[in-house]
């Protein structure tokens, strides 16, 4: 079977996302993943390991035409490990960045990029001291590991009280304080760039987190004006340049009243691009698959409106999904956990209003 081989480092629902976007280019994915059922393993071959085994790496790498990753905790030194002889796609740097908050923050403070205040916290001094710089409400995070909201909490008294119970919960691992955003709300801006450096972004998505978690994306986002786009397409090139990047990329946003602050990027596809699949004339895994193959892009533009919705937790009853027109369902083959994302679902329309009435049917149903 001829076609070139994408090695994916990961094998959970973005890879096998990535896994479906490849197959009708005749291009063929293969995982390395620990888990010997990872949902990835339906759509391309499946190499059981874990992602610091230098053996394991080797067998995904093994006649592969590129490398790229679908999940961020990837240990930069195996990146840089198969750097050494394949085109590894976004690079190592990204990805260290990106697992870092306090070198990510830093990034865009470097950049230009406007952040909530912060400061670093590695003691329990420090983190008075932080609170002195950040003000508050703040929220002190894990600088490293974080997801869906995990590794976070609020601090909204200076008290040694409210104190001591931030460093109780995470205090001994390197710590991150940021000052609340009142934001009006979330956006996310999803970027490529191919190996020809050619640039695309898609239209800015409006996100709705519940408990840190992801619950819906809104796309295109509502009442974006040309220069709003315009701004976040900047912050987002300034990151692809700063680190040579080749692939999809996102930055996450806070909007505080028109004002955009950078909350964290991610060096890959991206929950917030799901839309991407159905409501885009490209998606992000098939633009990704192209960047890192060294194909040229696609168009990024939106067709119709569509909004997500996730499934956490249990997947609805498939037959009632699909008798709401314009849904379209997404099942990532992981067991059902509590605030797991198990699957999601796509509802397109052609305007708003069609748009707002099956979203009311799908509540109905599921
Ligand atoms: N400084 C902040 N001000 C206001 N809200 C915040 C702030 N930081 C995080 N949040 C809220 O918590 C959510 C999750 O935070 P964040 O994106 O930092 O964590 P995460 O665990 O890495 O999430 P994920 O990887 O799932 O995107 C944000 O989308 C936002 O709703
Ligand atoms: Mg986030």
């Known amino acids: 079977m001829g076609g070139p081989v994408l090695a994916v480092l990961g094998g959970g629902q973005l890879g096998r996302m990535l896994g479906l976007a490849a197959l009708p280019l005749g291009a063929r994915c293969r995982f390395l993943d620990p888990a010997p059922d990872a949902g990835a393993g339906a759509v391309g071959e499946l190499v059981v390991g874990a992602l610091d085994d230098p053996g394991a790496l080797d067998r995904v790498a093994e006649g592969a035409d590129a490398v790229t990753f679908e999940w ?83 601090i909204d008294g200076a008290d040694d009280g409210a104190l001591d119970g ?42 709705e987190h519940r408990d840190g978690i992801l619950r819906t994306s809104r796309a295109p986002a509502p009442g974006v004006t040309p220069e709003l786009q ?35 990027v991610a ?10 699949i159905e409501g885009a004339t490209t998606s992000q895994f098939e633009n990704h698959v192209r960047a890192v193959l060294g194909w040229p892009l696609g168009a990024t533009d939106a067709v119709g409106v569509s909004a997500m919705v996730n499934c956490i937790g249990a997947l609805p009853e498939p037959g009632a999904v699909l008798a709401v027109p314009g849904a379209h369902l997404h099942v990532y083959g992981k067991a059902p956990r509590p605030d797991r994302k198990v699957g999601h679902i796509t509802v397109t329309a052609s305007s708003p209003d069609v ?12």
Do not use: M
Not at 79 to 106: C, H, N, T, Y
Not at 174 to 188: C, G, H, K, N, Y
Not at 355 to 366: C, G, K, N, P
């Open 72 to 154: 961020e905790g990837v240990p930069a030194d195996a990146a840089r490990r198969l750097a050494a002889r394949l085109p590894v796609f976004p690079g190592p740097e990204a990805l260290a960045a990106s697992q870092d908050r306090q070198a990510e923050k830093a990034a865009f403070a470097r950049l230009g990029i406007p952040t909530a205040h912060f400061a670093a916290v590695d003691s329990r001094v420090g983190l008075a001291r932080a609170v002195d710089e950040v003000g508050l409400p703040a929220l002190l995070k894990t600088r490293r590991g974080g997801y869906d909201g995990k590794g976070q909490h609020r």
């Open 166 to 207: 931030a460093w109780g919960a995470l205090g001994g691992v390197p710590l991150i304080l940021e000052r609340v955003v009142p934001f009006t709300r979330e956006l996310s801006v999803l970027a490529v760039r191919d190996r020809a450096r050619a640039t695309r972004c898609w239209p800015l998505v409006e996100n």
């Open 230 to 264: 315009g701004r976040a397409e900047r912050y987002a090139t300034r990151l692809l340049d700063e680190w040579g990047y080749v692939g999809v990329l996102a930055v996450e946003l806070f909007d505080v009243d028109g004002e955009l602050l950078a909350n964290e």
């Open 267 to 276: 060096p890959r596809v991206h929950n917030s691009g799901h839309w991407t």
């Open 355 to 366: 748009l707002q009435d099956r979203l009311a049917q799908l509540s109905a149903h599921i």
